[in-house]
Nanobody, 124 residues
Framework: QVQLVESGGGLVQAGGSLRLSCVASGRPFSSYAMGWFRQASGKERDFVAGISRSDGSTVYSDSVKGRFTISRDNAKNTLYLQMNSLKPEDTAVYYC?????????????????WGQGTQVTVSS
């Protein structure tokens, strides 16, 4: 079993920044690839960013590329999402997810474990 706990969400003005964290416990953190997803009210859960389990290869959705940065610290069992130049359309609940594979996936169904989510609200 893997437990994931997100933090760092909040209310920020457009153009501002936030850094989300996701602390993992259970199986060794370096054994699984990670992803961030988000779900706005009334919408489906969408892929945001993913990172491989060891070499740090990353992928991003087109909507966040150049503004968000995903990273991980395997020694601290922690995944991060640095979000800059935030826009009102970034408002959503953000989830981290883990999958037992080398690389990340853009599909939510490709992940085995999920955190409880953290709310990000961007005001205009």
């Amino acid at each position: 079993q893997v437990q994931l706990v997100e933090s760092g969400g909040g209310l920020v003005q457009a153009g501002g920044s936030l850094r989300l964290s996701c602390v993992a416990s259970g199986r060794p953190f370096s054994s699984y690839a990670m992803g961030w997803f988000r779900q706005a009210s009334g919408k489906e859960r969408d892929f945001v960013a993913g990172i491989s389990r060891s070499d740090g290869s990353t992928v991003y959705s087109d909507s966040v590329k150049g503004r968000f940065t995903i990273s991980r610290d395997n020694a601290k069992n922690t995944l991060y999402l640095q979000m800059n130049s935030l826009k009102p359309e970034d408002t959503a609940v953000y989830y981290c997810a883990a999958r037992f594979a080398y690389g990340s996936s853009r599909s939510a169904s490709g992940y085995n474990y999920w955190g409880q989510g953290t709310q990000v609200t961007v005001s205009s």
